[in-house]
């Protein structure tokens, strides 16, 4: 999925001149932390609750603040992962979609890019979920899907990341249609991978709150 159809247009952008009260009011109205700050279609920025707050003068103009996120936006083609990395590298929650021209077209949420990747990612789908860490070298997606398959068990999904603290290693994360994993287990160990992690979940989870939970633990973020 791109960031163009992610883009929530009930958030609107302030402007430099727009004041600290009226930025504190439509925080609080939309029940966001920070608000992009856009003049002659450009992005500038976001303004944040806690930069407000800290200058304490509701009447300072947004365009006095120091800016944050300058260049958190993503090209209105660019993918979902990309806006969970750099709402998780500028420490914020939402990201700034412009077009080619670096032109602004909106804000996607990371609450709603989320959601969207857990309905890619079959989190929703009742089953288990298993970690396992291996080296790059020994790392074979369909040896990994044959054994999987000769216990009777579909993946629906997979994750593939490095290893920070090895670059030798790598961990895959799978989601599979059963939440019996013992056997699955006991056969992946059998074969020398290691299971770093196992979520077993029983029923399709409706709660937004325990969907989040186990996307998270999914994405291992």
């Given amino acids: 999925m791109i960031a163009e159809s992610l883009i929530n247009h009930s958030i609107p952008p302030l402007k430099s001149s727009d004041n600290s009260q009226k930025a504190l009011l439509w925080m609080e109205e939309l029940r966001m932390h920070q608000l992009p700050v856009v003049d002659n279609r450009k992005f500038k ?46 420490g914020v929650d939402i990201v700034a979609v412009v077009d080619e021209d670096l032109n602004f077209q909106g804000i996607i949420t990371l609450n709603d890019t989320l959601k969207a990747l857990s309905q890619l990612s079959a989190i929703q789908s009742p089953g288990g979920i298993l970690i396992l860490s291996m080296k790059q070298i020994d790392y074979s997606l369909a040896e990994i899907t044959r054994l999987i398959e000769e216990n009777n068990t579909k993946i629906l999904s997979t994750y593939v990341y490095d290893d920070p603290e090895d670059p030798t290693r790598l961990h895959l994360t799978v989601k599979l249609n059963t939440h019996e994993l013992q056997r699955i287990v006991a056969t992946l160990e059998r074969f020398g991978y290691l299971i770093e992690a196992r979520f077993e979940e029983t029923t399709s989870l409706t709660n937004e709150q325990e969907r989040f939970d186990i996307l998270m633990k999914y994405l291992n973020i």
């Fill in 45 to 90: 920025g976001m303004i944040s609750e806690e930069l407000v707050l800290e200058n304490n003068n509701i009447d300072a103009l947004v365009g006095e603040y120091a800016l944050i996120a300058e260049q958190c936006y993503v090209q209105k083609h660019q993918h979902m992962l990309d806006v969970i990395k750099l709402s998780t590298d500028y």
